[in-house]
């Protein structure tokens, strides 16, 4: 079974410039989850999909980021304009209906963002 | 104050110990306790989760959660190097968001 792909792997920006983000789940997984991560810290959720809506975005700062997941299934995450707070590794995880209680998310290896 | 709390480390072990990784929270209503376990430079994978208060065990692995004492433990017997990893406990309530602590960093030395 193929994981959770995620591209690009590496981004470096300068602070004001845009950048996005891709996320292809696993298969059949209804709900996608998009993370930050920044160095030594715990991932922080921005937004969760079930299917192609949002049910959970409190914690994604809306005046710069913004995600969509259209037709259920893959996803982008942009950010416009990008600030140097916003360095970190951004994961996207998927899981299947029925798990959410179980807290078991498939993760990818995530894309690391540098904002100069 | 964090709502989940997590030593940062690292910490340093020898091959064949046993590892104690501890987190603290301070949000009664979470009921689902998780440990996830993260290699440098990939996404975390699920190791085990718990529901309430309780041990529960899988090969070298043993969690326990005390809800009492809003702590909960991560037990790793005879350590490897491949366990050499951040070690991220989380956990949720009745709904879907998961609260990471801010990993712990293991390294076992052969």
């Known amino acids: 079974e193929a994981g959770v792909a995620q591209s690009p792997r590496y981004k470096i920006i300068e602070k004001r410039q845009s950048v996005a983000f891709w996320c292809n789940p696993i298969?059949?997984?209804?709900?996608l989850y998009w993370y930050q991560q920044i160095l030594g810290q715990g991932p922080k959720l921005l937004i969760q999909?079930?299917?192609?809506?949002?049910?959970?975005d409190s914690q994604l700062p809306k005046d710069r980021f913004s995600a969509e997941r259209l037709k259920g299934v893959d996803s982008t995450l942009k950010i416009q304009p990008a600030k140097l707070e916003d360095s970190a590794v951004y994961l996207c995880a998927s899981s299947p209906l029925g798990t959410a209680y179980t807290g078991e998310l498939f993760f990818g290896e995530g894309s690391r963002l540098t904002v100069l | 104050q964090k709502e989940v709390e997590q030593d940062p480390g690292p910490l340093s072990v020898p091959e064949g110990a046993i590892v104690s990784l501890n987190c603290t929270y301070s949000n009664s209503a979470f009921q689902y306790f998780m440990w996830y376990r993260q290699y440098s430079r990939k996404g975390p994978e699920l190791l085990m989760y718990?529901?309430?208060?309780g041990n529960k065990e899988d090969g070298r692995f043993t969690a326990q959660v005390d809800k009492s004492s809003k702590y909960i433990s991560l037990f790793i017997r005879d350590s490897q190097p491949s366990d050499s990893a951040t070690y991220l406990c989380?956990?949720?309530?009745?709904?879907?968001?998961?609260?990471f602590g801010g990993g712990t960093r293991l390294m076992v030395k052969p």
């Open positions: 989380a956990m949720r309530g009745a709904g879907n968001m998961l609260t």
């Open positions: 718990t529901y309430s208060s």
């Open positions: 298969s059949g997984h209804a709900t």
């Open positions: 999909f079930q299917n192609n809506g949002v049910v959970d």
